[in-house]
């Protein structure tokens, strides 16, 4: 196993786009940026650090790092090891350098054996991917599914949206929704109670709706909604779900989108975004997205691509596969044209798929005699917005009916519209002429609303409040792990700066850094039995240099004997700044 010096040596003799490959596809190695590469390496070394990266590795790839050392000429599984290797879990060899079995030309990185070699009930004995029972599905029948889906999750948000802002959602202390406040939910949307709970706690992570703590209801908070494109506001919610916390049945935070990963047939543990020159080529998994798979197709594929969290997370893969039929990601079970863009994490192309999976929008309805208006489909977002601001919504179904009545334009007025305002909209967007009918009751509505004192009314329709940047473009997703290039390039620049003439400097001290290589010195001399210089902050604050013979550590206190006299000396790992290990002073006897 290799030192932080020498994977600190490893990460200096990197070309710069296998380092910005590295940083990519270990992106919390940026946060905080790291001065200098011995910084990186003793990050890149933590517990935590590593055992996200070991996260991300199917089944073969953590057989073989759980062997070695190698050679990259007779490994049976050479292929793995550039990506390993890219990953920062092994270290390339040089010329001037031995592994503890001198000989291979890869080695392990500091401390990823240890927690390689968990044992795990669940790890799939072979290293070929599981074969596949797949259902045919047409791709005509997947598009018109999950263009349903689409356009029924976003007809659905809508009329949440405009529930949610008149009517406060009571909710209980805790912030979890009210049984009575689902049913009435439910009811508005006609759809049950499973799927009820579903889009309230969708649009919650996705900040569409906030909980008040003094009045304990949740709130619409999003009166920029309706000034969104539909499929804008599809791929919202889908890298919102994404990359949204574990809720109570789904304990891992990435479960969603590798499960997305699974059903779309690509390998999670490839790269999804480096440049030209960095990317590996990786073999697939052997899922194809040409129809739909079996649940145990999806389970085995999962167990084979994600052993080491699989066994928390395949007793919820049943419910999120139905999740992913509700979001229109998949459609009959098949993964759709823009649930394969999301899970390359391509969202232009994914706004782009579903733009064209969904109902042509439309920017005209009929008003009729009756004081209703019939939208024979779904209207474009601020359209509809400003219907339903004016009307009361009758039907649910992709033909909007909204009826007018002095009620309802009474309350459009107290939002602040006036009766021109209203009567301007209905002229420019109706494609017959507005009811003498319905001009008599606008002005029936003005007056009354004259006489009264004006009500606090939140109106959907609000162009002047722009919606938060992560909701347009392609900008990062809060939460979502995804890294941005100048993140990247500021880490190299840092890099850059130091030099790699500090790739094996003493570093001691310095932040994050004097920790590890204590650690690794102390642990070092205990396991080769080296005598150590300690360089430790006593009881009265002044540093001592001692020369001891390490015995044991444990407990965060280093047990040593003094090398001159052998008298007992033990030290809090927290007051030591620094050890030098005394090479060639092997202790004797």
Known sequence: ??????????????????????????????????????????????????????????????????????????????????????????????????????????????????????????????????????????????????????????????????????????????????????????????????????????????????????????????????????????????????????????????????????????????????????????????????????????????????????????????????????????????????????????????ASAVAQLLPAAIDRFVIQGDLTAIAPGPLLPHIAAQLRCVSVVEGRGPAGIFRFSELSLTAAMGAGMSAETILNFLKRYSSTTVPPSLEFLIAEAARAQRTLAPTPTQCLFAPQQPAPPHWVGDAPWPGSGVVLLEEVEAQLALLRAAGKNTAGKNEAGQGEVGPALVLEGVRRAVACGLKIRVHAVNNVGVTEHVTAVPVSFSGGLLLTRLADTGAPRRFSIHRIQSVDVLEGEELRG
């Not at 809720?247 to 935070?253: D, I, V």
């Open 1 to 350: 196993m290799g030192t932080l010096a020498a994977f600190a040596a490893d990460l200096a003799n990197r070309p710069e786009p296998a380092l910005r490959k590295l940083l990519l596809l270990r992106p919390d190695a940026l946060n905080p940026p790291v001065p200098t590469f011995v910084a990186l390496a003793a990050r890149l070394s933590t517990a935590s650090c590593i055992s996200r990266a070991l996260d991300a590795l199917n089944a073969p790839a953590l057989q073989h790092l759980g062997t070695g050392p190698w050679n990259a000429q007779t490994s049976p599984n050479s292929s793995l090891m550039p990506e390993l290797y890219a990953r920062g879990l092994l270290l390339l060899q040089t010329d001037n350098q031995t592994d503890d079995a001198g000989t291979g030309h890869y080695m392990h990185a500091p401390y990823v054996l240890p927690l390689a070699l968990v044992p795990n009930p669940q790890m799939p004995s072979s290293t070929l991917p599981p074969e596949p029972v797949v259902r045919a599905v047409t791709e005509a029948v997947c598009k018109n599914a999950a263009g349903s889906a689409a356009d029924a999750l976003l007809r659905s948000v809508d009329t949440l949206a405009d529930l949610a802002a008149h009517t406060p959602l009571q909710a209980l202390r805790s912030g979890q929704f009210a049984a009575r406040t689902v049913r009435l939910v439910a009811q508005n949307l006609e759809t049950d109670e499973l799927h009820t709970h579903f889009l309230l706690d969708l649009c919650a992570t996705a900040g569409l709706l906030t909980f008040q703590t003094s009045t304990r209801d949740w709130r619409w908070a999003a009166p920029w909604w309706s000034e969104l494109e539909r499929q804008e506001q599809w791929v919202g919610l889908i890298r919102s779900w994404l990359s949204s916390p574990a809720t109570a049945g789904e304990p891992a935070l990435t479960s969603r989108a590798r499960l997305l990963s699974v059903v779309a047939g690509r390998p999670a543990w490839a790269p999804v975004a480096v440049t030209s020159s960095a990317t590996t080529s990786v073999s697939p998994s052997g899922i194809t997205s040409a129809g739909a798979l079996s649940l145990n197709s999806v389970v085995e594929s999962y167990l084979w691509n994600h052993p080491r969290t699989a066994t928390a997370e395949v007793a919820a893969l049943p419910e999120l596969l139905t999740h992913l039929e509700w979001l229109g990601l998949t459609g009959a079970g098949a993964c759709s044209c823009a649930g394969d863009a999301a899970a390359r994490n391509d969202w232009l192309q994914a």
